[in-house]
Every structure is written in C-alpha cells, then in structure tokens.
C-alpha cells in the first residue's frame, strides 16, 4: 500500500476535479474516503491537523505539477498522473453552466454551454444533456404507462450523446471523464462489451471517479469477465474489486480486501459499511450490528445502506432499536426507498403485514428495481397466505437480478405451501445452486422432499447431510438425519447422528425434547446391541428429565439389571440342582 | 397478480389509429361534411371498408404497420392510380399540429358514428353503427383520446410528427418509383433520409455485433455443431433487402419464417414503433402457438426469439409471451430454456391467462391456478422423455387440481397419465405408484400397470363426459382404442390360450371407439364454430394483398372483375378448428395401424392415405410424416425398394426440417431390409447401430425403436449365420418385451427365435416357439402374423422330414388365402417356395406328371425375389426350378435356371457396395 499521504493529495485533487465536473456522487464518494483515512498518528495533534487542512490546500496550488511529475512511492501500484485541467482559468460561460447545473437546470446549462470547445465544457454539456434526457425519462416512465405496462421509454439524448462521444472518441479528443459518460450511454444503450471497454479505458487513465468503477461493476456478473478485464493496478481497483466481489457473491475474497483497505482508510465510514454488507451475506449478524451502531455514532444521519441494520434489528426482533431507527431515517429523508423499507420491516415485526406491504410498495414506487424490497414483500404476502401475489413479487425480483437466493427460495416456498413440492423443488434447487453454503436453503429442501406427498427420504437425507456440513446453527439437519436413518431402518447410521446431535447439544447446553428423544434412542438402542454399560449411562441422564421418558427410562433399566442379573441367576439355577 | 403494476388499460391510442380514423372518415363522412368521398365504384368503397374491418382485426405481426407501410398497402387495395386517399391521409396528419388540431379531430370523428336515434337515412349515405366492428373502434378511439391527459396528448403529437415524418419524406421519391416497382423499396427509404447516414451505420453494426454474441453465447451451450449454428446466425441477418419480406409472405413453402428483419429493426421509442391492441396480440400469440404446435422445428428458434423478446420488451405485462417462449424452446429440444420459461410463466400468470381450454372457473378461487402449471410440466417432461419426473408431476398436478376442485384441469392431466402410461414402458408400478398415488388407492396397488392404466383409462373417459370436454372424450376415446389395440382386457396368465375365447382383444371394441372419436366433427359440423379468431379471417385477407394483383391493376376500368379477384378470401376456410381435424385425422392413422397390426393391408394403406390427403394441413408435421413413413412402407414391402426409396425421397424433401427422426428411422429400416436381402451383412449391422442409437437411453422411453433396434439386430445375425449369438439377441429381447408388456413384439419376437432354430437345423426346438407365436397372434388377431407363423410352421414340419411334408403342405394351404391378399413380396416368394418343396418332397409326387403345380409358384416367387434383390431365396428358387427342369429333361430351362442361380449366388457373396447412394446421405 502505497502511502496514506499519497494517497491523500490524489484524493484532493479529485475530488475538486469531480465536483468541477458535477459528478457529486463520485466527489461525494472520494471525500468520504479522503476523510476515512488513518492520521499518521506523529502529526495527529490538533493544531498540526488544522494546519494541515490549511497548508495543503494552499500547497496544492502552488505543487499540482510536481506531484504529478513525481511517481507515487509505490511498490505494486502504477503510478497514474494526475490529470492537468486544460483550462486554467474556468471560462465565464462554464461557470454560469455550473450554477444552473448546480440548480438542476440541465437543458439551461447545456445551452449555455453550446459553442464551447473546452473538454471541461464539453463534458459538462453532454453530462448535463444526458442527465436532462433521465429525467425527462423518468418522467416519461409515468405518463407512457402502455396497456401491457409498456414502459419503454428511454432517454431520447443518448443517440446524439453517443454519435458526438464516438467521434471524439475517434479524434482522441475525449477525456476520461468523457470515456465515462460514453460508457454509460453504451450501457444503457445495450451494447455491453463496447461499454466495459471504454469504461476500463477511463479508469485506467483516471482511477479516482468512482461513478465509473461502480457502472464497470455492474458489467460484470461474473468472475471471468472480472478477470478479463485489463486493469492498472491503482488502489481505487482494491476498492472495485472488493465491491465487484461482493457482486458476485465472494463474500470471504471481498471481506478480505475491504480489511486490507482498512489498512489504509481506517476511518472510512463506507468501508465500514460494505464490510457489514460482507459479514451480513455471511450470516454474521451480531458483527454487523456492532458495525451499524457504530457508523450511526459517528454519521447519525446516514440512510445508505441502513436497509440492512434494519434487516439485521429485524431478524434479532429488536423492534424497539428498529422503531428508534426508523423514526430516526424517516425524519432524516422520508422518501427515500431505503427509508420505506425500514419502516416496512418495521410493521412486519409487529405483524402489520399490510401496512408493511404498503411501505414496501412505496419504496417500489420510489426506485422499481429495489431488489430486496420486492423479496420482503414477498415474504410479507407469504405472511398474508396471498401466495399468489407472493409469487408474483419474488418473480420480478428475480428478473431483475437472477442471482437472487432469496426470492428463489420465496418462491420454492410459496409452492410448497400451496401443495406442490414438487414443483417447488425446482426453485429451492435454484436457491442452493447460488448460495451452497447456506443450511437454511439445504433443510428446506430436504423438509420439501420429506412431505407426505413426495416421500423421497434418500435425497432428503443427502440434503441434510449438506445442511449439516455447512454449520446448521439451528441442529435440524442432525436430529432429522438420526430421524430418517431411523425410518429407513437404519439403526446404526441412526444411532451414530443421534451420538453427534447429542454432542452438540451438550456442547452448547441446550436441552429439550430432542434430547430426551435421543437419549431414549441410545439407551434402547445400546440396549438391543447388548452394551449395558452405555446403555446404562444414557438411562440415567434420562432420569434427570421428568415426563414419561423417565419412567421408560426406568423400566430399561430394571429390564436390563434383570437380564444381567438373569444370566448368572440361570447359570445359577443350572448348576445347582 | 401482486397488485404493484396498474392494471392493464383496454386501449391505447396510437398515431396509426388516427390513421384510420381518417380513412374511416374517408368512408362515412359525416353529414356535416357536405363533401362526400369520391369513390370510382361502389365496390371500391366497400373494399375501403374491408381494408379498415382487416386492419382493426388481423394479427399477423405485433406491430402496427408504419405510415409507409399503411400507405403501401392502400396502393395495393386500391391500385396506383388512385391516390387520393393517399393525399388525404397525408394531408389531415400533417395537419395535426398542435393539441388543438386533435381535440377538434376527435370532436369531428365523433360526429361520423350514426346515433341510435338517428334514423333519418339520406340517399348514399353510410352511416356508422356505433355497434359495428368499426364504430366499436371508433367509439373505442375516442374513449382513449378523452382519458388522455394533457401529458398524452402531447405524446401522441409528437408521435404522429414522427410517423409522418418518417414517411413522408421517402414519399416523393416514392412517387417515381411506385409504378415500375410497387411496394418493394419502401422500408429502405425512410430510416435513410431520416438519420444520420454514419451513425446509422454504425449503430446497426454494432447491434449486430452484439446481436451475434448473444445468439452465439446462448446457443452454443446446447448445440455442438458450430456450424449450424453460424448458419443460424447468418439465416438471421442476411435479408438485408426488405423485398424479402413479401417474398417471405408470399412464398407457401414458407409460411411460417418470420421476416426476420423484424427482429433487428431497433426500436426506439421516437420511431414510432406500437404494439396492436392487445387483442390483436393474443390472437398473433395464438396463431404462432398453433403454427409451432404443428410444425414446431420449421421455426427459427432464434428469429422468433428475437420478436418474443422484443415483444416482451413492449409489454412487459403480457406473461404469454413467456409461453410461446416455453413453446419455442420446447419445440427445439431446450430443456433447459423451456423449464426456465415454463415457470416463469406460471409465476407470472398464475395460471390465470389464456389458457382456452380452462372455462372461467365456477367457483373461481383467488389463489391462481398452479395445478396447471404443474399439468404442463409434467407434459414437458414427458415429451423430454424423463417419465419418472413427469408421473411425479402429474401425480402431484391430480393431488392439488382435487384440492382446489379443479375437475376440469383433473381431466386433462389423468388423460395425460394415461397417454403416459401408455407410451412408456413401466415395468413395475411399486416404485411409481405406489405411495404416492394416493388419490388412487382405491384402484389397489397390487394391480398391473396395464389394469391400473385400463381404470385410469375409464376414469378419465367418464369424467371428460361428464364436463362436457368434447375434445378430451374423442381424445380418449382414442387413446381407449390403441389400448384396446393391443391388450387383452383379462390378464394373460400364462402362454397359450387356456379359455381362447376370452383370452382376446377385441377389434370390435376398436373400431367402437374409433368411431366415437369420429363423432367429434358432427358436433363441429352444424354449429358454426366460435373456436377460430375472426383475426385469422382478417389476416388472411391482409396477406391476399401480398399476392400480385396484376390483373387488378391492367383492368382498372371494369372494377368489378378485379374485386373478385380480391374477394376470394370470402370463401371461409372451415368451421372446423384445427384441433378438431387434429384429432379425426389421428383416428385415422390409428386405423392404418390397427389395420397393419390385424393385418389388413389395403384397409390399412387406404387410411394412410386418407389421412395424407384430407389432414395434412391440420395436422402436425409429425403425424403427417408418420402417415407418409406407413405409406412408404408399404411401398416397400409390396413393390420392392426402388419405388419405396423413390418415394422416400419426396417425403425427405417435404419434411426436410421437419421431424427428422421418423424419415430418417424409416430410411434406416429400409437399408437395413436391403442390405439384409442383399446380403450386405456389414452394412446392415452398421444401419442397425446406427437405428439403435437414436433410441434414449432412459429406460422405458422409446421402447419401440428399442424392441425394432435389437430385433433387426437379431435378424441381422441370424443372416450371418451366428446362431446362437442371434437366438441370444432374441432371448432378451423377448424378456424385455414381456417386462414392459408389449405382446405384440411377443408375438414377432417368438416367430424370430422359431425361424433362428429352423435355420440352424433344430427343428423340434422351433416347433415349441412357432406355436407359442401363433398362440400370441391368436388372442391378438393378428391373422397376416399369424398366417406367417403357420408358413414357419409348415416349413419347420417339412425339415423334420418328408413324410411330414403332406401336414405342411396342408398348414400353407390354410394360410395362403390370408398370405397372398394382405402379404408383401417376400411373405408370398415364401410361400410359394415352401409350398413347391412340399410337393418336392412329397415322395408320392411326381414331377413329370404335373409340373405346373410346382412350376408356377417357383415362377412366380423368382419374380418377386427379384424385385425384393432377395438373393439368397432367389437362388433357392432357381436351383429348386433347375432341379425340376432336370428332372422334365428340359435342358435349356434347366441351364437358364441355373444361370441365374449363380447370377444370384455371385450376387452373394461379392456385394457390390457402389451403389448406395443414399446411405452416403447419413
């Protein structure tokens, strides 16, 4: 890792160069990491700090060019120069563009921008032309509403965006700010591979716009054309890759990354973030909350990525943390899709499932593509037995992103509860073909293939045997493989499950009527084999139970002395007379 | 379904339906507009009203047709020379240009529709009825503009600019061309003068580009040819010249290719590109769904993809598409792509759409109606050929149809087990349907699949009836005959007829069952049906404009003669759906093979014949070939293999994409018979891996060709004179026939092993097999087999000896009456044979005395071994006519005799393999 101070400077430079060119996102991204970095701890006093701030955006000025000129110290890292502004001074015209833009007066600053010739200028215009077409798009989205729900409408400036960016292109007169905006337009234009291209062009020659990194990661679903991409190695690509494997659901290669970046951005508040994004697909619940609360201490504001804590708060019933959150998001932007789905998760804690559905339906309203907030309202018709609209829900979310597990198992378990198991086997297979490390998914299917209707013990059994390779934290899958093993009149592999959910029990101290149940099945089970001695034990752990097993418990025993004592009794009796 | 998307609206008002507003004004004016139309002739006006009833109503596209496009076609109806309606339709959209203008448009058009109280009739004045065809358009036209919001009506401006746009300017270049060269240029022309040429260019390149990538990286997962799949490719993007699009329309060989450019045209959402109403939608959906059904492989998978896909993309809401999607991938053997549209089908519909088979449901329940999802994959599975997973389907589509008192849909999938049952072999039901088949526990599981399948057979039947599912009675019926077919309705219990009257099928019960199938078509035949789409009628009146209407346009003076011309269309196609004719003409080829099977040989080639010519355009390419495949057969056996592969030839030709597998399973069968005859041993072994390999490998699946495969196998060895290897062949073969049950390849099977121990010299040990064989043929009629059993009878008798020769003799005798009206050439070379050696052998038969009677048979067999190329009876035939000449002391026939019996012999033993044309074809 190249040095925080590097690192710093480049990070400057960008960020005023973003917000130059009205990418506030991006600058907005670059800031949080500018801050996320670790002081040197030697200058980390606070009069050294805020001369710090003052000094470097003075020296800045005075040292733009050597810091290019020099290469960045170094190892493994490219050094890429930062870029030079080809008009030093902004033009009078480029500045009236940037207030009306600012203002979101898009058509405005375009026009003023017309005759300009400045790249600056240019991108300017075309990204203020790009972003009025949105606009009227997303406008266009309501009024056009088809008869067959036809939507198609699309931003009308890309035609004329892209003929103007490819000829400049050609020209080589496009810089990479320009790259990227041909590279969205490509994008939402269909043509992928072109789009991936042009995008790894622009963040080659200018790392720190990471609105582009974020459009590359959404061209790549998978791990080949990841690794088929041609990037300089830049930290900024740590920080694609790491969200580019997360994507692709390489929960452990991602953590690993954002830990090594933590490295360098201690005090990222979105490294953070994304590692409790990590660690929540890993099922890692209690870290995530740690990591939630915390952001909330330091940025009480934040509503990104807030969606997950409230999933979190929801799956450990804090209704009380997640009405507090809620309240608390919804008072900071009530409408944003994020803010809906909390308060959704919020009602369905409490069992108000229409309520939720509407919450979750307005944050559908707010962004049609919210992946999760069509799966929660799955699971909430599922609630509501309306599995029909249940399925419905889940579908579109799958469409909009097959990779979904979640609404793949929605809808194996939406079928499975109108009857058909079969049918619903497909989607479970679906399920545990993306996510095979989940026993959750496993157990459902086996439960699916264990109905009465369908009575496939064998696969169920496979199943649970997966489920129970892949740390089933709730001990289904043993007590139902012992179970099963029993049914098919296997006493041996029944016993030996049963040993095993026993251990496990007794590792965690848990206790309940599965061990009772496997207690009693060891104790006659060792009884028939005719070895008392373990028989004996596992009948006086049962004596410690109270309920009818500690009476059968009690007869085993008796049982077992008399035919002990029996033998020699007869042994007796025969040789006395 | 989830209730977050609006419901769908009825009707959208597009530029295109202004466009015929406008003409329709053209056609009724209103009183108001004092102007009437000019129209030469009345026929003419009447033909506008025609062209406006087909554009409201046909479904042949997805799209609405353009400007250009509408104005193509009213040159076409109404001929060059009058383009007024042209000029008008041009002028009144150019007019529109400001939300104003369409307020007072619509205002106008309002006026056009006759009120109901309106009933002062003027002289020549039309009058709209605001309940027609087109006043329910009209009235619908201006419902929709009234619902716009100011929003709307500004889209729809902008949208007419654009469609004007895009046609007017290529109309002035147009009008030069229109009179050399009408309507073949008029789709080049607008996208040209509209854009930018360059990035035109270049867009269209890199779609392309993209396009390839994409159908590559889909295909090329399921077919390992890469060439073919180039072609596919290719057979997208070559039509660059939009002349082959009428060509395409016009052209009958080709039907159902979809212009393909189509697909590519990008659309934007500026170019003016609609959608029909939805109405016209489902019923292209439909039409497409009937012409895949038909001849599914015809189809371009990856053409008509595109248009699903792009026709998804318009209307995200209309979950059929879906299903043609699962249709079009079923029909080219896409497993994977098929189950992926299925479901997503189901999830989206809920079962709940277009499913015409499925009446509103009487005490319709909210929760959708997935039990027909399950229904249709259990049927996808079984024409996938994984039974085990489509009984389990099926079990499962009976469970939930009678949880949710889904009788109708239960009806459907019991007759789909029964088609099930009846097509796989099922050796055991414990395994299947045991356990699981809990719905019908009341059958008992200690039941024989072929009882449990007898039960399930009536069950259905009776539960058909009484839903009054016309269709699914014949179907079943049907299904009952083929059951009928080839069981005996006790079980056998053991070889031989104990009680041989019972133990029998019953042809009579077939022919019963058959001909309630028939009655189908009465109950179609008097009531005109409601089943086709009035927008079939419309589409093909559409199409007729595609035709060259060159009288039309050379006789324009007498306008009478040309609208005859184009009122053809008038005559109706049938009433009679296609379905319907489906299933007679399927009772038909039924009949051909309950005939074959009896043993009928004209009855069964009339009804081949039948079928071939009366249903071949209702039916399935299929069915058809399979008509085809008998008739060829018999060809075949009764006229030898010249004729037979002549005829093979047209039928490859006329089912050239079409169900490869069964023409290219009968031209295997016929080379092997050939090469068998011919004693090309090598080349008939290959022929018959080569048939044995098209089988699945699924057990129980394909049992058919399995049973023919192993069959020709067996007679292949026993040509090679390995014995025992072929009397092993036939062993298993039989053990397998008897596991699955089919009895009547029990019957060949035995008659095989018979003839493998006459052939190897063990007479006694044949004889036990023959009567087994007979005994088969007896309980299930099958008198041509059976005749040919008592032929092996008899010539098994003759070889234990002479003094048995008088019993043989007397054995062909019997059988000759059935052998020489319904036997091929080689069963009656046979007989003859058999029956000259009788006499041979006979020591109280002598030549001298009557030579004929032994004469002419072997005559008349040399005749039609000759024509068979079956050399090696041949040259047993003149060797036995040499002998006979010897001994009449005739020694130029004798040496003529014995030429050719070494002609043969050479023949024999040195095959000359040069000319096998058509196995290099493989």
Known sequence: MNSKESCRSELRIAIRQLSDRCLYTASKWAAEQLIGIEQDPANFTPSNTRFQWGSSSIRRRFRTNEITSTPIAGVSYVSTPVMEEDDAVDGDFYLLAKSYFDCREYRRAAHVLRDQTGKKSVFLRCYALYLAGEKRKEEEVIELEGPLG??????????????????????????????????????????????????????????????????????????????????????????????????????????AKYEYLQGTFGYSNYIQAQIAKAQYSLREFQQVETIFEELLRNDPYRVEDMDMYSNVLYANECSSALSYLAHRVFMTDKYRPESCCIIGNYYSLKGQHEKSVMYFR???KLNKNYLSAWTLMGHEYIEMKNTPAAVDAYRRAIDINQCDYRAWYGLGQAYEMMGMPFYALHYFRKSVFLQPNDSRLWISMAHCYETDQLRMLEEAIKCYRRAANCNDREAIALHQLAKLHYEL???????????????????????????????LYLATYYKTQKRFEEAEVYCTRLLDFTGPEKETAKSLLRGMRTTQSGFPSMDVEHFSP | MAGIVKPPGEFSITPHKVSVCILLQIYAPSVQISLPFPFASVAQHNRLGLFLLALTKSCDDILEPKLDELISQLREVFGVLNPRFVDHLTTRLSALSSPDDLFNFFTQMRRILGGPESCVLEDEQVILDPASNLGMFLRRCILAFNLLAFEGVCHLLTNIGVYCKEALSSCASYETTCFEDSSSNLEAFPEYENMDLENFVFKKVTEEIEARKRASERVSFHLHAPKALFDLVEDIEAPADPKSKHSDKVGEASPYVHPPNYALKEFEPNSGIFLRTNWQIQGYLQEQADALEKNGSSFSLNAFELILRQLHKLAPELHRVHFLRYLNSLCHDDYFAALENLHRYFDYSAGTEGIDFVPPASGSNSFGRYEIALLFLGMMHFQFGHPKQALEVLTEAVRVSQQLSNDTCLA???????????????????????????????????????????????????????????????????????????????????????????????????????????????????????????????????????????????????????????????????????SVLQLIGSSYLLRATAWELYGSAPLARINALVYATCFTDASSSSDAALAYVKLIQHLAVFRGYKEAFAALKIAEEKFLSVSKSRILILKLQLLHERALHRGHLKLAQQVCDELGVLASSVTGVDMELKTEASLRHARTLLAANQYSEAAAVAHSLFCMCYKFNLQVENATVLLLLAEVHKRSGNAVLGLPYALASLSFCQSFNLDLLKASATLTLAELWLSLGSNHAKRALSLIQGALPMILGHGGLELCARAYIAEAKCYLSDPSFSVSENSEVVLDPLSQASVELQVLEYHELAAETFYLMAIVFHKLGQLEEREEAANSFKKHMMALENPLDDEDPLFNVL
């Not at chain 1, 006493?491 to 309940?512: I, N, S, V, W």
């Not at chain 2, 089943?531 to 404009?545: H, I, P, Q, V, Y």
């Open chain 1, 489 to 519: 009149g296997r006493p041996e592999e029944a016993a030996f499950y049963y040993k095993k959910d026993l251990e496990r029990m007794e590792a965690e101290e848990r206790e309940g009527p599965n061990m009772v149940e496997a207690l």
């Open chain 1, 362 to 364: 307005r944050a559908l």
């Open chain 2, 412 to 578: 459907y999938t019991l007759a789909a087990i029964c088609n099930l049952l009846s097509e796989i072999g099922v050796s055991n039901t414990a395994g299947i349907l045991g356990s699981s088949f809990s719905p019908l526990t009341s059958i008992g599981i200690s039941l024989s699949v072929q009882q449990q399948l007898f039960v399930l057979l009536r069950g259905s039947l009776k539960r058909a009836e009484s839903l009054k599912l016309k269709r699914l009675v014949a179907s079943n019926h049907l299904a009952m005959a083929k059951f009928d077919l080839t069981h005996v309705q006790r079980p056998l219990v053991s070889f031989g007829p104990k009680a041989s009257m019972k133990l029998r099928t019953c042809p009579t019960n077939v022919c019963k069952e058959l001909r309630l199938s028939s009655h189908l078509i009465s109950e179609f035949g008097f009531k005109s049906s409601t089943m086709t789409t009035d927008g079939a009628f419309s589409t093909a009146w559409l199409k007729n404009l595609q035709k060259p209407l060159g009288s039309a346009i050379l006789s324009q003076e007498n306008g009478s003669g040309s609208n005859e011309n184009a009122f053809q269309f008038c005559v109706q196609p049938s009433s009679i759906p296609g």
């Open chain 1, 150 to 255: 036809k939507s198609d409408s699309v931003n009308r400036e890309l035609v004329s965006l892209e003929r103007e960016l490819s000829t400049l292109r050609k020209n080589g007169s496009i810089d990479p700010f320009g790259l990227y905006l041909y590279g969205l337009v490509l994008k939402e234009k269909g043509s992928e591979n072109v789009a991936r291209t042009v995008l790894v062009e622009s963040v080659n020659s200018y790392p720190w716009n990471w609105n582009a990194w974020s459009e590359l990661q959404s061209l790549c679903t998978t791990i080949d054309t990841l690794n088929s991409l041609n990037l300089n190695n830049h930290w900024m690509k740590d920080f694609f890759l790491a969200s580019a494997y997360q994507e692709i659901r390489m929960h452990s290669e991602s953590l």
